[in-house]
Protein backbone atom coordinates (compact mmCIF):
# COMPACT_ATOMS: atom_id res chain seq x y z
CA UNK A 1 0.00 0.00 0.00
CA UNK A 2 2.69 2.63 0.73
CA UNK A 3 4.64 1.52 -2.43
CA UNK A 4 1.66 2.21 -4.36
CA UNK A 5 1.04 5.82 -2.24
CA UNK A 6 4.81 6.43 -2.85
CA UNK A 7 4.77 5.72 -6.63
CA UNK A 8 1.51 7.87 -7.07
CA UNK A 9 2.90 10.86 -5.73
CA UNK A 10 5.85 10.76 -7.20
CA UNK A 11 3.87 10.68 -10.88
CA UNK A 12 1.39 13.14 -9.58
CA UNK A 13 4.54 15.67 -8.98
CA UNK A 14 5.41 14.70 -12.00
CA UNK A 15 2.45 15.40 -14.07
CA UNK A 16 2.35 18.56 -12.06
CA UNK A 17 6.21 19.46 -13.64
CA UNK A 18 4.80 18.37 -17.29
CA UNK A 19 1.83 21.19 -16.91
CA UNK A 20 4.28 23.99 -15.76
CA UNK A 21 6.77 22.87 -18.98
CA UNK A 22 4.03 22.99 -21.39
CA UNK A 23 2.83 25.94 -20.32
CA UNK A 24 6.15 27.81 -20.02
CA UNK A 25 6.51 26.66 -23.98
CA UNK A 26 3.10 28.25 -24.84
CA UNK A 27 3.17 31.41 -22.88
CA UNK A 28 2.91 34.25 -25.13
CA UNK A 29 3.19 37.56 -23.78
CA UNK A 30 1.77 39.76 -21.30
CA UNK A 31 -1.26 38.87 -19.51
CA UNK A 32 0.11 35.38 -19.51
CA UNK A 33 2.48 36.73 -16.49
CA UNK A 34 -0.72 36.59 -14.72
CA UNK A 35 -1.91 32.86 -15.96
CA UNK A 36 2.31 32.40 -14.59
CA UNK A 37 1.47 33.40 -11.43
CA UNK A 38 -1.39 31.45 -11.17
CA UNK A 39 -0.03 28.29 -12.24
CA UNK A 40 3.26 28.76 -9.66
CA UNK A 41 0.76 29.11 -6.93
CA UNK A 42 -1.44 26.46 -7.66
CA UNK A 43 1.69 24.08 -8.60
CA UNK A 44 2.89 25.05 -4.79
CA UNK A 45 -0.23 24.24 -2.88
CA UNK A 46 -0.49 21.09 -4.93
CA UNK A 47 3.00 19.80 -4.94
CA UNK A 48 3.79 20.86 -1.05
CA UNK A 49 1.14 18.65 0.82
CA UNK A 50 2.26 16.04 -2.01
CA UNK A 51 5.98 16.32 -1.23
CA UNK A 52 4.82 16.06 2.50
CA UNK A 53 2.90 12.50 1.87
CA UNK A 54 5.69 11.39 -0.43
CA UNK A 55 8.25 11.92 2.13
CA UNK A 56 6.58 10.35 4.70
CA UNK A 57 4.77 7.39 3.53
CA UNK A 58 8.86 6.89 2.05
CA UNK A 59 9.96 7.41 5.59
CA UNK A 60 7.30 4.72 6.89
CA UNK A 61 8.18 2.27 4.00
CA UNK A 62 11.74 2.34 4.38
CA UNK A 63 13.09 2.57 8.16
CA UNK A 64 9.91 1.12 9.63
CA UNK A 65 11.13 -1.34 11.69
CA UNK A 66 13.54 1.05 13.31
CA UNK A 67 10.88 3.48 14.38
CA UNK A 68 9.02 3.84 18.12
CA UNK A 69 5.06 3.57 18.04
CA UNK A 70 5.19 6.89 18.35
CA UNK A 71 7.13 8.03 15.30
CA UNK A 72 5.07 6.10 13.13
CA UNK A 73 1.96 7.81 14.40
CA UNK A 74 3.51 11.19 13.72
CA UNK A 75 4.00 9.78 9.76
CA UNK A 76 0.65 8.55 10.10
CA UNK A 77 -0.83 11.72 11.23
CA UNK A 78 0.67 13.94 8.60
CA UNK A 79 0.04 11.81 5.67
CA UNK A 80 -3.83 12.23 6.89
CA UNK A 81 -3.31 15.86 7.64
CA UNK A 82 -1.62 16.57 4.05
CA UNK A 83 -4.13 14.48 2.12
CA UNK A 84 -6.64 16.40 3.52
CA UNK A 85 -4.97 19.80 2.63
CA UNK A 86 -5.15 18.57 -0.98
CA UNK A 87 -8.96 16.71 -1.05
CA UNK A 88 -9.51 20.48 0.87
CA UNK A 89 -7.66 22.43 -2.44
CA UNK A 90 -8.97 20.00 -5.47
CA UNK A 91 -12.58 20.68 -3.72
CA UNK A 92 -11.75 24.79 -3.84
CA UNK A 93 -10.23 24.96 -7.24
CA UNK A 94 -13.54 23.03 -8.75
CA UNK A 95 -15.78 25.25 -6.75
CA UNK A 96 -13.77 28.01 -8.67
CA UNK A 97 -13.97 26.01 -12.05
CA UNK A 98 -18.11 25.87 -11.55
CA UNK A 99 -18.25 29.43 -10.54
CA UNK A 100 -16.51 30.32 -13.63
CA UNK A 101 -17.95 28.43 -15.95
CA UNK A 102 -21.40 29.42 -14.41
CA UNK A 103 -22.14 26.24 -13.36
CA UNK A 104 -23.27 27.16 -10.05
CA UNK A 105 -27.24 27.48 -9.96
CA UNK A 106 -28.76 28.06 -6.11
CA UNK A 107 -31.28 25.86 -5.48
CA UNK A 108 -33.01 28.30 -3.53
CA UNK A 109 -35.68 28.04 -0.96
CA UNK A 110 -36.80 30.18 2.42
CA UNK A 111 -34.37 29.24 4.70
CA UNK A 112 -33.40 31.15 8.67
CA UNK A 113 -30.66 32.66 9.30
CA UNK A 114 -29.83 31.44 12.40
CA UNK A 115 -30.72 28.08 11.18
CA UNK A 116 -28.21 28.23 8.49
CA UNK A 117 -25.11 30.50 11.16
CA UNK A 118 -26.07 26.94 13.73
CA UNK A 119 -24.99 24.54 10.96
CA UNK A 120 -21.95 26.64 9.83
CA UNK A 121 -21.02 27.23 13.51
CA UNK A 122 -21.33 23.18 14.06
CA UNK A 123 -19.29 22.48 11.13
CA UNK A 124 -16.49 24.59 12.12
CA UNK A 125 -16.73 23.50 15.95
CA UNK A 126 -13.19 22.10 15.41
CA UNK A 127 -11.56 25.07 13.73
CA UNK A 128 -13.32 27.48 16.13
CA UNK A 129 -11.87 25.18 19.39
CA UNK A 130 -9.64 27.71 20.53
CA UNK A 131 -11.40 30.91 20.14
CA UNK A 132 -14.71 32.43 21.98
CA UNK A 133 -17.58 32.36 19.81
CA UNK A 134 -20.80 35.37 20.55
CA UNK A 135 -23.58 35.09 18.63
CA UNK A 136 -25.49 38.27 17.96
CA UNK A 137 -28.48 37.22 15.76
CA UNK A 138 -31.41 39.58 15.89
CA UNK A 139 -34.56 38.27 16.72
CA UNK A 140 -37.76 37.59 13.88
CA UNK A 141 -35.45 38.39 11.08
CA UNK A 142 -37.01 37.29 7.65
CA UNK A 143 -36.61 34.25 6.16
CA UNK A 144 -34.31 34.35 3.22
CA UNK A 145 -34.55 32.55 -0.58
CA UNK A 146 -31.43 31.30 -0.93
CA UNK A 147 -29.42 27.72 -1.48
CA UNK A 148 -28.66 26.45 2.32
CA UNK A 149 -25.33 24.75 0.83
CA UNK A 150 -24.12 27.45 -0.65
CA UNK A 151 -24.82 30.41 2.04
CA UNK A 152 -23.39 27.53 4.66
CA UNK A 153 -20.38 27.59 2.82
CA UNK A 154 -19.94 30.85 2.65
CA UNK A 155 -20.33 31.45 6.25
CA UNK A 156 -18.02 28.52 7.14
CA UNK A 157 -15.19 30.19 5.29
CA UNK A 158 -15.70 33.04 7.14
CA UNK A 159 -15.42 31.70 10.33
CA UNK A 160 -12.22 29.52 9.57
CA UNK A 161 -10.64 32.51 8.23
CA UNK A 162 -11.03 34.72 11.29
CA UNK A 163 -10.05 30.96 13.07
CA UNK A 164 -7.01 31.23 11.01
CA UNK A 165 -6.37 35.12 11.10
CA UNK A 166 -6.80 35.86 14.92
CA UNK A 167 -4.75 34.89 17.76
CA UNK A 168 -6.03 32.14 19.81
CA UNK A 169 -8.16 32.74 22.72
CA UNK A 170 -10.04 35.87 21.02
CA UNK A 171 -13.93 36.66 20.23
CA UNK A 172 -14.99 36.30 17.11
CA UNK A 173 -18.35 37.62 16.63
CA UNK A 174 -21.47 36.72 14.18
CA UNK A 175 -23.94 38.82 14.31
CA UNK A 176 -27.06 39.27 11.79
CA UNK A 177 -29.73 41.89 11.33
CA UNK A 178 -32.49 43.15 9.00
CA UNK A 179 -30.79 46.68 7.18
CA UNK A 180 -33.60 47.83 4.92
CA UNK A 181 -34.95 44.83 2.13
CA UNK A 182 -31.87 43.18 2.93
CA UNK A 183 -30.57 40.90 6.06
CA UNK A 184 -26.94 41.74 6.71
CA UNK A 185 -24.31 38.94 7.98
CA UNK A 186 -21.06 39.82 9.68
CA UNK A 187 -18.07 38.23 11.21
CA UNK A 188 -15.75 39.62 12.93
CA UNK A 189 -12.84 39.02 14.84
CA UNK A 190 -10.31 40.46 16.76
CA UNK A 191 -7.13 39.72 14.74
CA UNK A 192 -4.48 42.42 12.87
CA UNK A 193 -7.29 43.51 9.97
CA UNK A 194 -6.68 43.80 6.18
CA UNK A 195 -4.74 46.85 4.91
CA UNK A 196 -7.13 49.56 3.42
CA UNK A 197 -5.80 49.21 -0.30
CA UNK A 198 -6.54 45.06 0.37
CA UNK A 199 -10.21 45.62 1.11
CA UNK A 200 -11.07 44.22 -2.40
CA UNK A 201 -8.04 42.35 -3.68
CA UNK A 202 -8.78 39.83 -0.91
CA UNK A 203 -11.30 38.63 -3.02
CA UNK A 204 -9.25 37.77 -5.66
CA UNK A 205 -8.51 34.60 -6.53
CA UNK A 206 -5.18 32.87 -5.02
CA UNK A 207 -4.64 36.39 -3.06
CA UNK A 208 -2.86 36.69 -0.04
CA UNK A 209 -2.51 39.56 2.40
CA UNK A 210 1.01 38.67 3.97
CA UNK A 211 4.05 36.23 2.62
CA UNK A 212 3.23 34.41 6.33
CA UNK A 213 -0.37 33.46 5.17
CA UNK A 214 1.29 30.77 2.36
CA UNK A 215 2.47 28.49 5.04
CA UNK A 216 -0.71 28.84 6.64
CA UNK A 217 -3.30 25.81 5.34
CA UNK A 218 -5.17 28.10 3.04
CA UNK A 219 -6.06 28.32 -0.76
CA UNK A 220 -6.17 32.13 -1.36
CA UNK A 221 -9.80 30.69 -2.59
CA UNK A 222 -12.13 31.21 0.23
CA UNK A 223 -13.02 34.60 -0.63
CA UNK A 224 -13.22 34.45 -4.27
CA UNK A 225 -15.33 31.36 -3.75
CA UNK A 226 -17.77 32.88 -0.61
CA UNK A 227 -18.16 35.66 -3.25
CA UNK A 228 -18.95 34.18 -5.86
CA UNK A 229 -21.47 31.81 -4.38
CA UNK A 230 -23.07 34.86 -2.94
CA UNK A 231 -23.30 36.61 -5.81
CA UNK A 232 -24.71 33.62 -7.77
CA UNK A 233 -27.96 34.46 -5.16
CA UNK A 234 -28.27 38.22 -5.91
CA UNK A 235 -25.94 39.22 -2.55
CA UNK A 236 -22.93 41.19 -2.08
CA UNK A 237 -20.07 40.69 -0.13
CA UNK A 238 -17.79 42.74 1.43
CA UNK A 239 -14.16 43.40 3.64
CA UNK A 240 -13.61 45.82 5.85
CA UNK A 241 -12.02 46.62 9.62
CA UNK A 242 -13.35 46.99 12.81
CA UNK A 243 -13.52 50.83 14.14
CA UNK A 244 -14.07 49.71 17.98
CA UNK A 245 -10.40 47.81 17.48
CA UNK A 246 -8.48 46.10 15.53
CA UNK A 247 -9.99 43.24 13.59
CA UNK A 248 -11.64 42.46 10.03
CA UNK A 249 -15.53 42.66 9.54
CA UNK A 250 -16.54 40.43 6.55
CA UNK A 251 -20.06 41.00 5.59
CA UNK A 252 -22.86 38.73 3.28
CA UNK A 253 -25.81 40.98 2.25
CA UNK A 254 -28.84 38.87 1.24
CA UNK A 255 -32.12 40.24 -0.47
CA UNK A 256 -35.09 39.48 1.79
CA UNK A 257 -37.81 38.66 -0.85
CA UNK A 258 -40.79 40.24 -1.29
CA UNK A 259 -43.59 39.22 1.13
CA UNK A 260 -45.59 36.60 0.25
CA UNK A 261 -48.94 39.00 -0.41
CA UNK A 262 -47.01 40.57 -3.05
CA UNK A 263 -45.87 37.85 -4.99
CA UNK A 264 -49.41 36.65 -5.13
CA UNK A 265 -50.53 40.02 -6.66
CA UNK A 266 -47.64 40.19 -9.14
CA UNK A 267 -49.26 36.51 -9.94
P1 LIG B 1 -6.88 31.85 2.34
O1 LIG B 1 -7.05 30.44 1.97
O2 LIG B 1 -5.48 32.36 2.11
O3 LIG B 1 -7.38 32.18 3.72
P2 LIG B 1 -9.05 33.57 1.38
O4 LIG B 1 -9.54 33.81 -0.01
O5 LIG B 1 -10.03 33.01 2.34
O6 LIG B 1 -7.76 32.66 1.25
O7 LIG B 1 -8.49 34.92 1.95
C1 LIG B 1 -7.58 35.70 1.16
C2 LIG B 1 -6.64 36.50 2.04
O8 LIG B 1 -7.34 37.53 2.73
C3 LIG B 1 -5.98 35.67 3.15
O9 LIG B 1 -4.83 34.99 2.69
C4 LIG B 1 -5.61 36.76 4.16
O10 LIG B 1 -4.42 37.40 3.75
C5 LIG B 1 -6.76 37.76 4.02
N1 LIG B 1 -7.82 37.55 5.04
C6 LIG B 1 -8.97 36.86 4.89
N2 LIG B 1 -9.71 36.90 6.01
C7 LIG B 1 -9.01 37.62 6.92
C8 LIG B 1 -9.24 38.03 8.29
N3 LIG B 1 -10.37 37.68 8.93
N4 LIG B 1 -8.29 38.79 8.89
C9 LIG B 1 -7.17 39.16 8.22
N5 LIG B 1 -6.88 38.82 6.94
C10 LIG B 1 -7.79 38.06 6.29
Do not use: C, W
Not at 74 to 96: C, K, P, Q, T, Y
Not at 116 to 138: C, F, P, Q, W, Y
Amino acid sequence: LLDALVDQGALAIERVQLVEDMDRVKRSAESDRLRQALLTSISHDLKTPLAAVLGAASTLRDLSPKLSDAERADLLGSIVEEAERLNRFIANLLDMTRLEAGAVVPNAALHDVGEVVGSALRRAATILAHHKVELDIAPELPMLQIDAVLFEQAIFNLLDNAAKYAPDGTTITVRAARHGDAVLLQVLDEGEGIPPEDLETVFDKFYRVRKTDQVRAGTGLGLAISRGFIEAMQGTMAAANRSDRSGAVLSIRLPVPPPRAALDTAA
